[in-house]
């Protein structure tokens, strides 16, 4: 193999990725999907961290108390941002109707310490924003109340738990285990599944184009030209996951161990696109290849996140920084398994180069 | 042939030809595959997915306290002496000592806390539904009811404040008739043991398992839960949603844009065109196999999960959707990367168009836009109205119909052979559908066309912008959707001059821009009343429609803007195109924000 030929049919893919304009098809996929993780963010920010929008922070909410005095009236005083109105049903739900409160709870005359529970009706406004704001409020009232009545009827019980006291944190942070947990590993394997996948038209459009004969009449042979394309795809993989890491960092988002992460990237991304090049090899043929791969591509995966210390899971743990240095062993491992892959598919790839390079199946 | 004789040709020959390439090698290794994912499945649900396993890290003095933690894997923890544990505390998110729980001050520190408080109340749940007198450790059930109120989208516009801010003591009066309620029982309907089975099943639960649940509704609960079990509707469903009815869809059309590619690499498709058969019946023919397998599919996966028949009703507009996009695309893409790239793009675009708005499906009306949201809706027994389904499948339907015709009148052969770039290439797409008798007509036409998809676009953007603060929603919202206006009026002018080069006179010009402007006003005014008055009602409705007030006003908005574009056209060539799009977009902007400050004030 003579790497100046590996260069040259690497370099001629990546010119016609760019002059075909599909790199800006990829960049402008995943800033778009950017954005809507970041819709998704605040949308589900607003819906359960109330308190982390200015706007519903300040606000304070009517809510209409029919029925008999219990000590849910106590937990209600505990709270601003929650007014307690007593009334009779009726009206209370017609107000709710017209939004004049934002909630009914209805209170049956159950003494505390009955021997059935003690059934609450809450209403809420369907199909609404205001409701899930709403609830999570008043959901911590009402546990409140259930903690109380676990007190009153504490003789009954048999096993009690260990205690724990929280400190009060204030905002809960909803959105961490999103973030590192699921968004950040995603964006930075997006661009190993693009690669792979592009590695896959890149071989079989040669075989469907019939254009591996004019390609194969230069000096460069059959497995240079798999390389070369091998190694087009496989080097817009770091550089696109590199710009990922960048981007959140500078929406605030910081990420620890960006280096290790590229390693990681890299050689998870090596191995898609072996995979994918050695499905190519086999089916030259477009439909048949990306749906066998695409099949594949899910097995691994699941495959890889049912395993503790899986790659994608390294990726989350270096990113909070909480790796250790177990994280290297991980990546010798794929990396190990990366390189068997390769010397395999340049083995089927010499083999095809040899006995039938343009044959078309 | 008559036209039915000959789209069933085509359809079994699609069929038998789709076979035999597929068949042989692909077929034996697929089923090895499904085999695979099966196997590799139940190994997932039995190991669990590890994805987020020791992100925090946890200090406890206390063996008792670590075991409640134990199960959850995204805890690493540490058993330290108490002394030990505080020197050495800023190593761990969170640590606890002798029953007191310290957590960082840092986003982790804070999620780690939300975590563990999490995992508190289940282990003291668990130890609760353990007690033989099950309501001394529940004693609290809530009946969650919901009211339906008329209000809907006025009242809750993007972050102000929803509805009900009470700052009075006094208690309000509803404005309208009280209806007289009766007062639910004071005791719970359902035996000791249906709640015990039930808390009981709610040890196992997972995300999954939630979804099931909505399926398999009629849980012996009644809708009774606990405290702790009170959650807003999560999102989560609509996500397994897309994975299960969305992702079939969109692999089955795949097939469809690659059978259509496939037509055109080395000009395989030349012995179909010149077939005595109409493009039409060539399209109707190929898409017929698929659009059968993708309803098939779905049936398939209703009758699985055991939901209604009816929730193949939304599906429909969207099956013809992805098959539209998937022949234009195809007809479209110079090479198969191409092809891959344009098609992961599109289908992330539309999976967010259906995906987005359902996760607010039980929480805001902008859900219906989507038509999976009427598919969750019929999932959770509620059902859907002929207007509701009208409302959220009209677009779908008018934009797959105008693909499918811009598809058909270019199933020529200069068309779908040649080697041009992706852009030029659709804007022949475009100028095809231009006549060269009647220009002007096919101009009005066009515009009228292109509503659908702009109204589209302008709903994705309302579903982004709709919950960012008012008035920089607002704003964004005015300036991107007077920019999809400009570009969606000005493409037939731009596709036209690019293609014949003497078209573009002042003249024709003139005539052009009045006639698209004509054009716009009617397809506007045609789909929104038949569709979305629940948006038009809103303030965004007011952004997005202001122009159906006054129909003159508009109308020279229009022509203005298409004016502005076609001047810079003439007079710069392609390359002032994007300029005169800037300048059309900012005097478009400038009208809207004039009328809407104009009606605020």
Known sequence: MNARHIGIVAKKELLGLSAEKTIVFAILLQVFIAMFSSFLMVGLTAMYDPEALEGYSTATYGVGYAGADSALIDEFEKRDDLILHRMDLSPALAALRDRKIAAVVYVPDTPPDAEGPVAITLYLVQNDLQSSVINVKIKEVLQGYERELREVRADRMTAFPVGLNFPDAGDAESFYEFVYGLLIPLLVLLPAIVSAALIIDLITEEYQRQTLDTLLSTPITFTEMVAGKIAACFAIVPVQAGAWILLLELNGIAVANAVPILLHVSAAGLFLILLGAAIALHYRERTSAQFVFSTGLVVVFLLAMAIPYNPLNIVVRLAVGTAGPVHWLILLLVSGATALLAFAVAAYGRRVGKISPTAVR | ?601
């Open chain 2, 1 to 601: 042939m008559s036209l039915a004789s000959s789209i069933r040709t085509i359809a079994v020959w699609e069929m038998n030809r789709s076979m035999t390439t597929m068949g042989r090698g692909v077929l034996p290794l697929a089923a090895g595959l499904l085999v695979l994912l099966v196997l590799v499945t139940a190994f997932a649900a039995e190991s669990g997915i590890h994805m987020q396993d020791g992100i925090y890290r946890i200090g406890i003095d206390d063996p008792d306290v670590a075991r409640i933690v134990d199960a959850d894997t995204r805890f690493t923890v540490e058993t330290v002496s108490g002394p030990a544990l505080w020197n050495n505390r800023f190593a761990y998110d969170i640590v606890v000592i002798r029953g007191e729980v310290y957590a960082a001050d840092t986003g982790k520190g804070r999620a780690a806390l939300t975590a563990l408080k999490r995992d508190y109340e289940g282990y003291v749940s668990r130890i609760a539904a353990g007690e033989p007198d099950l309501f001394a450790g529940y004693p609290l059930w809530i009946d969650l009811e919901y009211v339906k109120s008329e209000i809907d989208f006025l009242a809750t516009q993007s972050g102000q404040q929803v509805g009900a801010p009470a700052n009075a003591r006094e208690p309000p009066v509803p404005s309208g008739p009280v209806e007289a309620v009766t007062l639910p029982p004071s005791t719970v309907p359902v035996h000791e043991e249906d709640l015990r089975q039930h808390l009981a099943g709610m040890e196992k639960q997972n995300p999954l398992s939630r979804y099931t649940g909505i399926v398999s509704s009629g849980s012996a609960t009644d809708g009774l839960r606990t405290p702790s079990e009170l959650s807003p509707p999560l999102p989560y469903d609509a996500l397994i949603l897309v994975f299960v009815f969305i992702f079939p869809l969109y692999f089955t059309s795949q097939f469809f844009m690659m059978s259509v590619m496939n037509e055109r690499v080395g000009r395989a498709g030349e012995a179909l065109l010149a077939a005595p058969v109409r493009p039409a019946a060539i399209i109707v023919g190929k898409a017929i196999p698929y659009f059968a397998i993708m309803l098939l599919v779905s049936a398939a996966i209703t009758f699985f999960i055991g939901a209604p028949l009816t929730i193949l009703l939304p599906l429909i507009p969207v099956i013809l959707f992805f098959l539209s996009s998937a022949l234009i695309i195809g007809m479209a893409a110079r090479s198969f990367k191409e092809l891959s790239f344009v098609s992961i793009f599109f289908s992330t675009l539309a999976t967010s168009y259906l995906f987005f708005p359902t996760v607010f499906a039980n929480t805001h009306v902008v859900s219906l836009i989507s038509p999976l949201t009427l598919v969750i809706l019929e999932l959770q027994g509620e059902g859907f109205t002929a207007a509701g389904y009208v409302y959220s499948t009209a677009l779908f339907f008018a934009t797959s119909a105008v693909l499918f015709y811009a598809g058909t009148i270019n199933f020529r052969e200069e068309r779908l052979f040649s080697e041009k770039s992706l852009t030029s290439r659709l804007m022949d797409f475009v100028a095809g559908a231009i006549s060269r008798d009647r220009p002007h007509f096919s101009l009005f036409l066009l515009a009228a066309f292109t509503i659908p998809f702009v109204f589209m676009a302008q709903m994705m953007l309302l579903v982004l912008f709709f919950n960012i603060p008012m008035p920089l929603s607002l704003v964004l919202l005015t300036v991107s959707a007077a920019f999809i206006e400009e570009v969606a009026k000005s493409v037939g002018l731009y596709a036209v001059a690019g293609e014949r080069p003497g078209f573009l006179t002042p003249k024709n010009l003139l005539v052009g821009a009045a006639a698209i402007g004509f054009g716009f006003l009617a397809g506007e005014k045609l789909l929104l009343f038949a569709t979305l008055s629940q948006i038009t009602e809103s303030i965004f409705g007011s952004v997005l429609f202001l122009s159906l007030q006054v129909l003159w006003m508009p109308l020279l908005l229009h022509i203005a803007g298409v004016l502005i574009t076609g001047t810079f056209l003439l007079a710069g060539g392609k390359r002032a195109y994007v300029p005169g799009l800037v300048v059309a977009s900012v005097v478009h902007s400038l009208y809207n924000l004039h009328f809407l400050l104009g009606g605020l004030v």
